[in-house]
Structures are given as structure tokens and as C-alpha cells.
């Protein structure tokens, strides 16, 4: 579904934050993308959705080359951000009919999704007010709900957990389960490893713009010992958490 290779992203102040990235998302995945802050998850998530342009390599989505084909491609993605940019002067129900408009929903089918939509996610009356009086974790749920309605083959969702309360977030990733396994996919961002061992069919781990490892939870263990998902992680982004001393807060 998602096909990389040898993609790199050098910003304008020179600054590698992708290096050589191959990476495969089979259709009917759950992928996770595992990385500590600033590993370069959201830059190839925003290459992969072409909101920015790699610097080289290539990228492909069900077989079409985001350079050639980025419309087509655009349409089969739902993409969450990590940070949801919405139109803050619109009501909820305008930004979702705007979208609905956009990726031109058949006017039954929006209704009939909308109104489970906002059942899962429990957004409710809220949906008549402006966005700009939302919480944090109410513009997430707008956001997935924008996502979610157009019904895209793809889902690629940058750090989706985040600011949902856990009711929503048990939906959600119900919701995904569900999603893959209608033979789609979901490719997402997450610092939370539990997220991605209870998820995952497979994770990617990026540091420092370079992908450390790919493959199963299962196989992640074997090869480094049966430690928990979270010393695996600090182990193999060689975190430097464990020699902290903290003794001048006590
Ligand atoms: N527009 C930019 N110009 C220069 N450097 C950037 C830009 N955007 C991101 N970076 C740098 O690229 C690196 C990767 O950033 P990115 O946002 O992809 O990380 P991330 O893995 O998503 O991090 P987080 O988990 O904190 O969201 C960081 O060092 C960041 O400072």
C-alpha cells in the first residue's frame, strides 16, 4: 500500500531529518511509526501525504508515484495531523460538510457516517459550535471525524491518541482494528508503546531520520531478549534515560 525507498528529507538550514528510508505497508496493516521527539516521524508522514516534498527518493501509494499522481493519491488518504489545523471560525458541522463537499460524499452516506461518528466520539451538541471554543482533544475528535468521512482506503494518523480521553481512544483503535480488517490500512505515528503492541501488525522504529528497525513486536523481542516493549525502546534508540541522575530534586 505504502511502498518508500531511499527517501530523504534535508530541510532548508541543511538539517537531515530523513536519511535513506526504505520502508513496505502491506495493505490490511496496522503499521506503527516509533521514534522519540524530533526522529523525523512527522516529516515522512507529511512526504507521504505530500504536504511537503522529499528531498529524493520516492514514494509510491498503491502503486502510484506521489510525484506523478499526488490528486489521486490525496483522495484514497485520510491524514490526521499531529497538531489539527482546522478552520477556526466554522462550526464543527460546517468544517465537516466543507470536507464532505471536498471528497464528494453522497449527502445519505455523510449523514449516516456523521451521526455514528459523533455517537463513538461523543462530540454531540458540540458539533453546532464554532471550533475556535473546542478543547484540545474536541478538535483531534473534529479531526478524526473529517478523516473518517470521506471513508479513505488509507489512514495515516500522526500521534491520533494524543488529547483523546480514553473512551475515544479505546474507539479509535476498535476502529482501526475494524478498518484493516476490511483489507485496508492504517500507518500511524505513536510515543506510546502499549498503543502499539496492543495494535500493531508490524512498527517501524525511526531515530535520528534513520529507520532502527522494522518487523513485529514478537520479532523486536527475540532478537533483543524478552525485556519490555519500553526498555526495547530506549534500548535501541539509545536513550540515555537509565543514567539520568536525579538526585538534585531531592
Ligand atoms: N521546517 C523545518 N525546518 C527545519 N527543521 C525541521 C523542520 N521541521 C522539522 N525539523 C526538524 O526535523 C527533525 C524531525 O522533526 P519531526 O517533526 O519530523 O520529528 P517527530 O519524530 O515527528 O517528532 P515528535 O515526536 O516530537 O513530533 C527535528 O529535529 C526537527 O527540529
Keep these: 500500500m505504502i511502498k518508500i525507498k531511499n527517501l530523504e528529507k534535508t530541510y532548508n538550514n541543511n538539517f537531515k531529518a530523513v536519511k535513506n528510508m526504505n520502508l513496505e505497508v502491506k495493505k490490511g496493516e ?3 511509526f516509533l521514534g522519540p521527539n524530533g526522529a523525523g516521524k512527522t516529516t515522512t508522514i507529511k512526504m507521504i ?3 511537503i516534498q ?8 498503491n502503486g502510484l508515484n506521489i510525484k506523478k499522481d499526488p490528486l489521486k493519491i490525496k483522495q484514497s488518504i485520510g491524514y490526521v495531523s499531529d497538531e489539527p489545523l482546522l478552520m477556526e471560525k466554522l462550526k464543527g458541522i460546517e468544517y465537516i460538510k466543507f470536507i464532505c463537499d471536498m471528497f464528494e460524499v453522497p449527502p445519505l452516506e455523510r449523514e449516516n457516517r456523521l451521526e455514528k461518528l459523533l455517537k463513538h466520539f461523543k462530540l454531540g451538541e458540540a458539533i453546532n459550535n464554532p471550533i475556535s471554543s473546542y478543547s484540545h482533544g474536541m478538535k483531534q475528535k473534529l479531526s478524526l471525524i473529517s478523516t473518517l468521512i470521506h471513508n479513505p482506503d488509507l489512514w495515516i494518523l500522526d500521534e491520533p491518541i494524543v488529547g483523546l480521553d480514553p473512551e475515544s481512544a479505546f474507539i479509535l483503535k476498535k476502529m482501526m482494528k475494524n478498518h484493516t480488517q476490511n483489507n485496508k490500512t492504517v500507518f500511524f505515528s505513536t510515543h506510546i508503546m502499549e498503543i502499539a503492541e496492543k495494535v500493531c501488525d508490524r512498527i517501524a522504529i525511526i531515530n535520528k ?21 519500553e526498555d526495547l525502546f530506549l534500548e535501541v ?11 538534585y530534586l531531592d
Design 209 to 229: 531520520g534513520e529507520i532502527i528497525f522494522m518487523g513485529t513486536i514478537e520479532q523486536l523481542k527475540e532478537n533483543k531478549g524478552n525485556e519490555s516493549l
Design 49 to 51: 501525504t505530500g504536504i
Design 30 to 32: 496496522i503499521f506503527g
Design 54 to 61: 522529499p528531498s529524493s527518493g520516492e514514494i509510491f501509494v
Design 237 to 247: 534508540t539509545e536513550s540515555e534515560s537509565e543514567k539520568i541522575d536525579f538526585s
